[in-house]
Nanobody
C-alpha cells in the first residue's frame, strides 16, 4: 500500500509563490499518472494539474495555466507543484493523487491560503 504525503502549504500574499511536494512511501514508477487536485470550501474537488508516468505529458486547468508547474522526480518518489502568482481564488486544500491501474491513491491534503 502506497501512502502519499503532501507538504509545503501555508499562508501567502497574492502574487506570492509556494511549492507543494507529494512524497510517496513507495515507488511511483508504476503509477500511470499523478496529479494535484484542490477543494475550496463549498466547492467540488477539481483537477489542477496532472503528469504522466514519464513526465512527458502534462495537463493544467485553464485557471492555473502559465502560473503552476507540475513535475516529478521518480528517483525521489516525489511529485511537485510549483505555484507562482498566487491569487485569493487559489485558496483551497490541495491533494496529491496517484493512479496505478484501477487503484487511486490520495494524500491527506495541505492547506493553501492566499490573502489579498
Amino acid at each position: 500500500q502506497v501512502q502519499l504525503v503532501e507538504s509545503g502549504g501555508g499562508l501567502v500574499q497574492a502574487g506570492g509563490s509556494l511549492r507543494l511536494s507529494c512524497a510517496a512511501s513507495g515507488s511511483i514508477f508504476s503509477f500511470n499518472s499523478m496529479g494535484w487536485y484542490r477543494q475550496a470550501p463549498g466547492k467540488q474537488r477539481e483537477l489542477v494539474a496532472g503528469i504522466s508516468s514519464s513526465g512527458s505529458s502534462n495537463y493544467y486547468a485553464d485557471s492555473v495555466k502559465g502560473r503552476f508547474t507540475i513535475s516529478r522526480e521518480n528517483y525521489k518518489n516525489t511529485v511537485y507543484l510549483q505555484m507562482n502568482d498566487l491569487k485569493p481564488e487559489d485558496t483551497a486544500v490541495y491533494y496529491c493523487n496517484g493512479k496505478r491501474g484501477y487503484t487511486v491513491y490520495w494524500g491527506q491534503g495541505t492547506q493553501v491560503t492566499v490573502s489579498s
